[in-house]
């Protein structure tokens, strides 16, 4: 039994902060499939959301089976499943990989054998299992709802909440979808609320519930309803409900709820009431609730026996139902979900699975990785030979030799201004390279990410596999970038130091941008974010400018490029460019070792920081 006790919620503090829910008293059986309808803005989404424990009421409870859920925790994942309004699986993966990763992710335990018989049964039971290797982005708005429907089904949830569903899908379809809802509250021993704007099914709903800006205005049998708000067509309902105040419609159903709830139901047989209710409008409360007394006396005496019977009967298929649901649960519910690591490891294989399907994503990244370096050569090619062997041999009189040196001098300064201006351009290419690896990488997909976590992936395996994936991506980019303008330009100094800090620049601007992600609304928001602080980069480093000294101490620490590149022209401090390089710059070096230290704070910040942005809900 689901119960909502004298549930409010109200956005401020404030006496006239905006109610979104009003003092709501709701109870829903098991084996129950309920509508909620009211018109737009009327809180129905928000109902859903505190009843899935994603709000908090202000003030009143949920309760599960006599648990409070605010005093003991919400249910567990697997007990609860949650289908929101936007589409909750990655284009790129086919039916039967989505649910696969998603039953991978719920639920430990199950051999492969299992795991396969399940999904069979699962897509079976949705309509899918046609289409099962089938990409998500080629299906159609009725097979997305019968696959979001697919993902929640993997731990046999005993709720099932559903938002707008039906929404924006053909008659058709939305009459599939409508149906196959009921069969999966029937099928299990569930409850299954379906949030909806549509009147068209009601007589498929055991119950309707009617949310009039924020106030409960009904909650009983789809087959009072008409009766209650006294009108004749569905259509007429929202206009009839805007005709009294939220407040009024709340108090006349405090007045009715004994007459035309669901306690209603259970005395009057549905027959009777379908035969004889006639038109008692809801104002005019002796003549109703006289005439529901009529009815139901009539009931109770006409029915008796056959009531019997048919308790009876309800009796043994609830309890054929709840058998048949334990030995589920035995296969779902006990191995429990899967560990940080399996779901760190599944993650993982997925989103390569993906990166490898997404052509243009793989055709940017190759892009990237062979033409950035490439373009730092071309720009190395006409000082190539003074970087290769800047020592001279002077010849000639004294004169000579002196104008030698003059010109040696000027050279060395122009190749140490070209070799300072080479490190900081790799520096630049793989600041914007790590802005690209990571930006979108969480805010991209956001609300899957909300979804999954709902569903009990952990936050910490989640970061984790984004530090791994990136990671590869940043071992190759920053490795070839070293690699390959080492192998041309010849650059003095160890190698390998060099290499390394490329390494952490990436790394550091790749975790920062990944924070960001996890912290913006939308991928558009994160990805411009991210593109200003790789601008920021080459003026704030100091390497073109020197900067006043009041704000490069602010800024400075925060400015990868500048550690990066300070760490890299530290590794020449034996060369003959190292001075013409402080010259030309004339911005105050870092020691090597601060220079990795800085940089790792950037990463390990930057990854802590994703980390408790992933632990924050994000769900508006
Ligand atoms: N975090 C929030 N801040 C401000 N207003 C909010 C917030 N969340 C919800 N609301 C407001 O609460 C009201 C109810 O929103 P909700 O999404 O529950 O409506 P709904 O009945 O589901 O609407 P629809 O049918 O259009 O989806 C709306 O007016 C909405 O703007």
Not at 194 to 202: M, N, P
């Given at each position: 039994m689901l119960e909502l006790k004298e549930v409010s919620l109200q956005l401020g503090n404030a006496p006239d902060d905006q109610l979104l829910l009003s003092e709501l008293n709701i109870r829903f059986p098991k084996k129950h499939f309920a509508a909620v309808l009211g018109p737009s803005g009327c809180g129905k989404s928000t109902l859903l959301k505190v009843i899935a424990g994603l709000r908090e009421p202000t003030l009143g409870h949920v309760?599960?089976?006599?648990?409070?859920?605010?005093e003991e925790g919400d249910m567990d994942p697997h007990e609860i499943g949650y289908v929101p309004q936007f589409s909750i699986a990655y284009d790129l993966l086919t039916v039967w990989e989505s649910?696969?990763?998603t039953l991978s992710l719920r639920v430990s335990g199950l051999s492969r054998d299992e795991r396969e018989a399940r999904l069979e049964q699962i897509l079976k039971e949705v309509g899918l299992d046609?289409?099962?290797?089938?990409?998500?982005?080629?299906?159609?708005g009725g097979q997305k709802r019968r696959l979001a429907l697919a993902l929640e089904l993997v731990s046999a949830p005993h709720l099932l909440l559903c938002d707008e569903v039906t929404s924006g899908l053909d008659p058709k379809a939305?009459?599939?979808i409508a149906h196959l809802m009921h069969e999966i509250a029937q099928g299990g021993n569930r409850i299954v609320?379906?949030?909806?704007?549509?009147?068209?099914?009601?007589?498929l709903y055991d119950s309707v519930v009617v949310l009039y800006q924020g106030h409960l205005a009904y909650h009983g049998p789809a087959n009072h309803l008409f009766h209650y708000f006294d009108v004749e067509k569905p259509e007429e309902l929202f206009p009839r409900l805007a005709q009294r105040k939220p407040m009024d419609w709340h108090r006349s159903w405090q007045k009715h709820r004994v007459s035309y709830g669901l306690e209603a139901q259970e005395n009057v047989a549905e027959e009777v009431a379908l035969e004889e209710v006639s038109s008692?409008?809801?104002?005019d409360e002796n003549e109703g609730e006289e005439h529901y007394a009529r009815l139901r006396k009539k009931a109770?005496?006409?029915?008796e026996e056959s009531a019997a019977e048919k308790a009876e009967a309800e009796k043994e298929k609830a309890a054929a139902d709840e058998k048949r649901e334990l030995e589920t649960r035995k296969k779902l519910d006990y191995p429990g979900t899967p560990s940080a690591m399996s779901q760190f490891s599944i993650l993982l294989a997925r989103r390569w699975k993906i990166f490898f399907r997404d052509r243009g994503q793989l055709w940017l990244q190759l892009a990237l990785l062979f033409g950035f370096p490439l373009l730092v050569v071309v720009f190395a090619l006409d000082g190539l030979p003074q970087i290769k062997n800047p020592n001279g041999v002077f010849s000639g009189n004294l004169y000579e030799q002196a104008a030698q040196t003059m010109a040696q001098k000027l050279d060395m300064m122009k190749t140490g201004s070209l070799v300072s201006g080479l490190i900081m351009f790799q520096v630049v290419l793989l600041a914007l390279m790590g802005s690209n690896n990571a930006a979108r990488e969480i805010a991209g997909e956001r609300l899957i990410f909300e979804k999954e976590k709902f569903a009990g992936v952990r936050p910490s395996a989640y970061v984790a596999y984004k530090a791994v994936f990136l990671g590869v991506l940043v071992l190759a980019q920053s490795g070839w970038m070293a690699f390959f303008v080492n192998y041309v330009v010849q650059f003095k100094g160890d190698a390998f130091t060099q290499m390394m800090v490329l390494i952490f620049v990436n790394a550091a601007l790749t975790a920062v941008c990944l924070a960001l992600s996890s912290l913006m609304k939308t991928a558009e928001q994160a990805s411009l974010v991210s593109i200003y602080l790789v601008g920021f980069q080459l003026p704030l480093s100091g390497a073109v400018l020197a900067l006043p000294k009041a704000l490069s101490f602010f800024t400075q620490p925060f400015i990868a490029s500048y550690w990066g590149w300070s760490g890299f022209i530290q590794t020449m401090h034996d060369t003959r460019f190292y001075d013409a390089m402080v010259n030309v710059s004339q911005t105050k070096l870092a020691a090597a070792d601060l220079c990795f230290w800085v940089l790792m704070t950037?990463?390990?910040?930057?990854?802590?920081?994703?980390?408790?942005g992933c632990k924050n809900s994000q769900w508006e």
């Open positions: 309760a599960w089976d006599g648990r409070d859920l605010s649910v696969d990763s046609e289409i099962a290797d089938r990409q998500v982005r080629v299906l159609s939305e009459d599939e609320l379906s949030v909806t704007h549509s009147l068209r099914h009601l007589a008692v409008p809801a104002q109770r005496f006409d029915d950037h990463v390990v910040l930057g990854l802590l920081i994703a980390y408790m």
